[in-house]
């Protein structure tokens, strides 16, 4: 008779099932204010189940909204938390993604393997990772997600050429213009992080709006005297995370596919992580954190696009400087200011630093999947920085937009800090 062994479950394990849940998004092509969503509630399960076995972790559901108490393990089972956090996670996903199959062949080569480990703990451990995640997917179907899918679409007609336009290759209509309407985790409402104006708009030579669209242009013509050897150059591709890049090659159109800039700071959480060596525990803690500021990030990054509904340098420099001048990234499909990355990352700089420290140095290979060399850093500030700027440097935002874009992110992700209590983790 085959002798049953306790179940192990490590904080690798963790992180592998965070980067399947990656991958399969990459396939699907979420956009990234849809992606940030599904890393929140996926990492959110896993943590819920991680704070019945350990105490010490904060309570999130006394801090969001018509949350309630996940339901209490039995004390007499024999539940594994770290596998049915897994389980929770992954349950979570599948209600998330398009392409189940991926992920259910991912969950049953585990299940085989914990199966055939220890039956009893398996399946009592499963049965109360289920009930956690059908817990909260009751209550994360009430953020009102459902309802924007069948919202109208944003209307793009005008005579203002101030207003955002569909822009090449493929004019796509602006995704997610209803965004704002999602029930945030932290945030009293979408525009309580509503950043500084920008610059009046206006095609007089002079004025601070012409200023930074001709800066725009001009940073393009510099870098490409430079070459592909350029340090801006290398910013722009390594922060692109840009999931949906179209290409056109004569009458043929195709995808590259790519992480969105929420992926890759759950990737930069994940190295952190790593290097910290923190537990599974831990490392869930790390993960959740991170996602609910991408999230409320996004939430209120997108309550200011469709707001100021501001038009792409590419849109202006086309019509009225260089008909012939693309951008180094491919502009994404919805309006200007305030600049996605600068917010998100600056949100999620914030959060990290309080985890992991001031100068926590990391070499960050995110992007080695997608052909892009490592770079280092000395801090996630200075990534955050960096992250912000390659969207001048990209030729798709105008200054203002980066820089009062990631002060709105790291006012943002100091609230995260306040209001969920985050604290350090000692390792």
């Not at 399946?123 to 109360?128: E, L, M, Q, R």
């Not at 202006?316 to 990355?341: M, R």
Request: net charge negative; aromatic share 12%.
């Amino acid at each position: 008779m085959k002798e049953n062994k306790p179940i192990v479950v490590t904080a690798e394990n963790y992180h592998q099932t965070v980067d399947k849940i990656t991958d399969i998004m990459v396939h699907d092509i979420f956009s990234p204010p849809v992606a940030s969503r599904i890393y929140a509630y996926s990492n959110l399960a896993a943590y819920q189940v991680m704070r019945q076995e350990d105490k010490n972790l904060i309570d999130f559901t006394t801090k969001f909204e018509e949350l309630e108490p996940i339901p209490k393990a039995n004390s007499s089972a024999n539940i594994n938390y770290k596998l049915a956090a897994l389980v929770a996670k992954i349950e979570i996903g599948k209600k998330l993604i398009f392409s189940e199959d991926l992920l259910t062949t991912y969950r049953d080569s585990l299940y085989t393997e914990w199966e055939e480990t220890n039956k009893d703990e398996f399946n009592s451990s499963k049965d109360y990772g289920l009930a956690v995640a059908q817990h909260l997917s009751s209550w994360m179907d009430k953020d009102n997600y459902k309802e924007t899918r069948t919202m109208p679409k944003y209307s793009v007609y005008s005579d203002d050429p101030g207003r955002w336009q569909p822009t090449p290759p493929s004019y796509m209509d602006g995704i997610e213009p209803h965004w704002p309407k999602i029930r945030p985790f932290t945030l009293d409402s979408a525009s309580q992080f509503k950043p500084l104006p920008h610059p009046e708009f206006s095609l007089k030579k002079g004025t601070a709006f012409y200023d930074e669209l001709v800066e725009v242009y001009e940073i393009k013509n510099e870098m490409e005297k430079k070459g592909d050897e350029a340090e801006e150059m290398k910013i722009a591709q390594f922060w692109d995370c840009n999931p949906y890049v179209s290409t056109q090659r004569g009458h043929l159109m195709f995808a590259t596919k790519k992480i969105t800039p929420g992926g890759h700071w759950m990737g930069i959480c994940k190295i952190a992580s790593k290097k910290a060596e923190l537990d599974f525990a831990q490392s869930s803690y790390a993960y959740t954190t991170t996602a609910i500021a991408l999230a409320d990030g996004f939430i209120s990054c997108w309550d200011e696009k469709y707001r100021s509904n501001l038009v792409r340098p590419e849109t202006l420099i086309n019509k009225y400087i260089d008909e012939n001048w693309k951008p180094v990234l491919q502009t994404p499909p919805f309006p200007e200011y305030s600049s996605g990355h600068s917010v998100v990352s600056g949100a999620a700089s914030i959060v990290l630093t309080r985890i992991f420290g001031e100068e926590f140095n990391f070499e960050d290979d995110t992007e080695v999947k997608y052909g892009l060399p490592v770079r280092s850093f000395t801090s996630f500030s200075q990534a955050a920085n960096e992250a912000a700027i390659s969207r001048l440097y990209g030729g798709i935002h105008y200054r203002s937009a980066v820089e009062n874009g990631i002060v709105q992110g790291r006012n943002l992700g100091n609230h995260v800090v306040e209001n969920l209590n985050i604290q350090p983790l000692t390792y």
